[in-house]
Nanobody, 121 residues
Framework: QVQLVESGGGLVQPGGSLRLSCVAS????????MAWYRQTPGKQRERVAF???????DYIDSVKGRFTISMDNANNTVYLQMHSLNPEDTAVYYC???????????????WGRGTQVTVSS
């Protein structure tokens, strides 16, 4: 069974920083991409940052220059370093992984349960 567990969320003041972590564990053959999404009540979930095993990255325009996504391939872990946070960054942040399981012929996306990030003074 595959499990994604996020950590690092919490309350931070405007202009502050947080680092989110997500560890994928279980019967995993290989992780191909990982990403961070976020969702605010009443709004559609949006992809914030993306990274492939080859190191390609992509960010939503509103976080470019402030957020950095990175991956530890050996430990199937993805990080989201967030700087210069503002109240508009407040959301539940979800980890997503595109991976192949042992004994499977297909790749599937898996989701974490989410971690709350609140930016407020």
């Amino acid at each position: 069974q595959v499990q994604l567990v996020e950590s690092g969320g919490g309350l931070v003041q405007p202009g502050g920083s947080l680092r989110l972590s997500c560890v994928a564990s279980g019967s995993i053959f290989g992780v191909y991409t990982m990403a961070w999404y976020r969702q605010t009540p009443g709004k559609q979930r949006e992809r914030v940052a993306f990274i492939s095993i080859g190191g390609n990255t992509d960010y939503i325009d509103s976080v470019k220059g402030r957020f950095t996504i990175s991956m530890d391939n050996a430990n199937n872990t993805v990080y989201l370093q967030m700087h210069s946070l503002n109240p508009e960054d407040t959301a539940v942040y979800y980890c997503n992984a595109d991976l192949a399981r042992y004994g499977s012929t297909v790749r599937n996306h898996y989701w974490g349960r989410g971690t709350q990030v609140t930016v407020s003074s």
